[in-house]
């Protein structure tokens, strides 16, 4: 079992940034899909950005690309989102997750998540 805490988030005017922390009660196993997600009350989850961990196969959200960073720290117990150029249209609550096993042959966005955390909420005002 995985605990996963998020934390960074808070409120910004448009076009700022943040950076979305996510520590991990021990580390991922290399090739594991994670990554972040975000969900609005009422509408469906989103994936934001995601990776195999251990490597540098990275994958974003069209919405997303060229404004946010997905990292990992060297000992993969930490994964960040840095958030630039922020819109309002990216406030939600946003969720980092892991996979429990490796998924070979799909995109981390399609891969089942078996951790979760609390999420951190990311509000940006025009």
């Known amino acids: 079992q995985v605990q996963l805490v998020e934390s960074g988030g808070g409120s910004v005017q448009a076009g700022g940034s943040l950076r979305l922390s996510c520590v991990a009660s021990r580390s991922i196993s290399d090739r594991n899909c994670m990554g972040w997600f975000r969900q609005l009350p009422g509408k469906e989850r989103e994936g934001v950005a995601v990776?195999?961990?251990?490597?540098?196969?990275?994958a974003y959200a069209e919405s997303v690309k060229g404004r946010f960073t997905i990292s990992q720290d060297n000992a993969k117990t930490t994964l960040y989102l840095q958030m630039n150029s922020l819109k309002p249209e990216d406030t939600a609550m946003y969720h980092c997750?892991?996979?429990?096993?490796?998924?070979?042959?799909?995109?981390?966005?399609?891969?089942?998540?078996?951790?979760w955390g609390q999420g951190t909420q990311v509000t940006v005002s025009s």
């Open positions: 997750a892991a996979a429990s096993t490796y998924s070979s042959g799909i995109s981390c966005f399609a891969d089942k998540y078996n951790y």
């Open positions: 990776m195999r961990a251990g490597t540098n196969l990275i």
